[in-house]
């Protein structure tokens, strides 16, 4: 099993939920997070002044998938959330070692 951390911009966000869902993703968390990356956040003018906002809002989806649809889903969230340009996020697979359903107390795989 993988879990799938992606980080994006927050009006990309619908469009990567029903694209994971094409491809079978059964279920996914969001949480909504601030960060900067090599843009180092950005400048804006509010009533003729000038100021710097170094965390730029972004949204994390984390998404537990059976192995096999490990790479289907990450080229869902890669082809939906990509502009081309700098700040459309970044994802991380990382192995899922358990995972455990509480209602039913199904393990692994089955608890996906």
Sequence with gaps: MKL???IIR??????????L??????????SEVQGFGRQK???EIY???E???SFLPKVRIDVAVDDSLKDQAV????????SGKIGDGKIFVLNLEEALRIRTGEAGEAAL
């Design 4 to 6: 799938i951390i992606a």
């Design 10 to 19: 927050p009006h990309t966000l619908e469009a990567v939920k029903d694209a």
């Design 21 to 30: 869902g094409a491809v079978g993703v059964q279920g996914l968390t969001i």
């Design 41 to 43: 956040g950005q400048s």
């Design 47 to 49: 009533r003729g002044a």
């Design 51 to 53: 100021y710097q906002i």
């Design 75 to 82: 080229e869902a969230i890669q082809s939906t959330a990509s």
